[in-house]
Structures are given as C-alpha cells and as structure tokens.
C-alpha cells in the first residue's frame, strides 16, 4: 500500500510544482466551466493526497497551508516522513471517510484504490485542462515527467 500511494502522491505533487511554475500566477484563476480553479483543483489534490495516505498509515489527517507553494511543500515533506511500516495491514484496515454528503466505509485497499487515487487524480486533471485551456504550454510531459516529444512534434487526428 505504501508503494501504491505515497511514492505516487509525491512524484506527482512534484508535477504540480512544476506546472504552476510554467503557469504563473495569473493563470491559476482559469477554470473549466463551473469547476474549481486550476489553484484549488491543485490545492485539493494536495489534501487528497495527505487525506489516503494518512488513515493508511494510521496517522491523523494534519491540515495544511492555503497558499498553494507551501501546501504543496508541506504536504510532499510529510508524505515524505511516512514509512513503509506504517502500511503494514492497512488493505485492510477498515477506512471510515466522507465524499461530499456521502459517509462511507471501505478496506484500505478500495479507499485507495476505488476512491484515493481516482480523486487524487481528477483533481490533477482538472487544474491541467483548465491550464491548457487558457494556452499555457503544457504537454504530457509536464504532467507525467515521463514522456518526451521533440518540440516540433504534432499530433495529427
């Protein structure tokens, strides 16, 4: 479970570092229709990411900064304190947790599986659609950190 979660949240939390540098300031107002802004879908990933890993771990949710810098810090730093240890049994542990309105109960392995991850990673999506949308030039790579084109490279339909 450690391995499935917080290597993951860290490596992409970093991502999101990463993408809000190329963005700057004034383009993580843009949203997509009604949703969130591109600041708080990234923000709200950082707490989803803190809001697994922690009941997985055994530890209590911690509350993090607003500013999105030093949340995304913060949260990478704590991530990065937890041990493998500490996951030992939690597919599991028992994981008692709200979404939205909704109160529910799942092993550890569906919370993070069927709900952690998934959240995580729509909110992540969320904020680099909403950045692409307004032309900031954000490819696969800068959300993976994997993939690499050449800079002529297109796409054809």
């Not at 991502?15 to 843009?30: C, E, H, K, N």
């Not at 500013?67 to 990065?80: D, F, K, Q």
Request: aromatic share 12%.
């Amino acid at each position: 479970m450690y391995q499935a979660s917080v290597p993951v949240f860290r490596h992409y939390l970093s991502r999101i570092a990463d993408m809000v540098a190329v963005a700057g300031p004034d383009a993580l107002d843009a949203r997509l229709a009604d949703a969130f802004p591109a600041r708080r879908q990234f923000g709200v990933a950082a707490g989803y990411a803190l809001r697994i890993a922690c009941p997985l771990a055994g530890r209590e949710v911690p509350d993090l900064p607003q500013a999105l810098g030093p949340r995304l810090a913060v949260a990478r730093a704590l991530l990065g304190a937890m041990k493998p240890a500490e996951f030992e049994g939690a597919e599991e542990r028992i994981i008692r947790h709200r979404a939205g309105f909704a109160e529910i109960e799942q092993t550890g392995a569906e919370f993070l599986f069927l709900y952690g991850l998934p959240n995580f990673f729509f909110h992540i999506t969320m904020g680099y659609a909403a950045l692409r949308a307004v032309g900031v030039p954000l490819g696969k790579a800068d959300f993976d950190g994997f993939h690499s084109y050449p800079a002529d490279f297109r796409f054809e339909d």
